[in-house]
Antibody, heavy 125, light 113 residues
């Protein structure tokens, strides 16, 4: 079964850090781009970041971020462990959201065909 | 960034009736080199992650019932549910992946009348 399972969410104070993890199973992880998408409480969806499946390239285009998280969040993947990560630093109240790990569709990598159940991040003092 | 605008924000449809959701992008999503529209539709039921319904504006994802269909090109797109079922109560989002950042519409809530 194709599956994505997020972990690492929680309550953190403004300015703090969290590291989210996403465990992938049931598919060849190295064949796919991977993304993080978030959803603030009662709001719509917002794409956060993506990493391509080519871990060997140093091309900056292999990793991209939404402007609102650029310089604060870092996406990475460990293809030996089938894991995706999101390191979140300098967290703000408006980062409060459910964070979803999502797989890029094979024929259209900017679309998302598999989603995890999400992990909740709450930034509050 | 490409702005995606859905209409209406919500609609109530009787069981078995047609539901139509519109999505308009601030610039064309048609890529000339492959003649594909970089437009996707998702369904999000309460308490669930989104589910991919349609990609390339009109290609149904595997396992999606054929009462769901997508149409349109360029900047104007439509998701149609031909005969609304109780399990279709959800929020529907369009998304463009023509350029980064990928952006979503604000969502359309579909309810039973």
């Amino acid at each position: 079964e194709v599956q994505l399972v997020e972990s690492g969410g929680g309550l953190v104070q403004p300015g703090g850090s969290l590291r989210l993890s996403c465990a992938a199973s049931g598919f060849i992880f190295t064949d796919y781009w991977m993304h993080w998408v978030r959803q603030a409480p009662g709001k719509g969806l917002m794409w956060v970041s993506r990493v391509t499946n080519d871990e060997t390239t140093n091309d900056a285009s292999s990793i991209t971020y939404a402007d609102s998280v650029k310089g604060r969040f870092t996406i990475s993947r460990d293809n030996t462990k089938n894991m995706l990560y999101l390191q979140m630093n300098s967290l703000r109240a408006d980062d409060t959201a459910v964070y979803y790990c999502a797989r890029g569709l094979a024929t259209a990598m900017g679309a998302f065909d598999v989603w995890g159940q999400g992990t909740v991040v709450t930034v509050s003092s | 960034d490409i702005v995606m605008t859905q209409s209406p924000d919500s609609l109530a449809v009787s069981l078995g009736e047609r539901a139509t959701i519109n999505c308009k992008s601030s610039q064309s999503l048609l890529y000339s080199s492959n003649n594909k529209n970089y437009l996707v539709w998702y369904q999000q039921r309460p308490g669930q992650p989104p589910k991919l319904l349609i990609y390339w504006a009109s290609t149904r994802q595997s396992g999606v019932p054929d009462r769901f269909s997508g149409s349109g090109s360029g900047t104007d797109f439509t998701l149609t549910i031909s005969s609304l079922q109780a399990e279709d109560v959800a929020v529907y989002y369009c998304q463009q992946h023509y350029s980064t950042p990928q952006t979503f519409g604000q969502g359309t809530k579909v309810e039973i009348k």
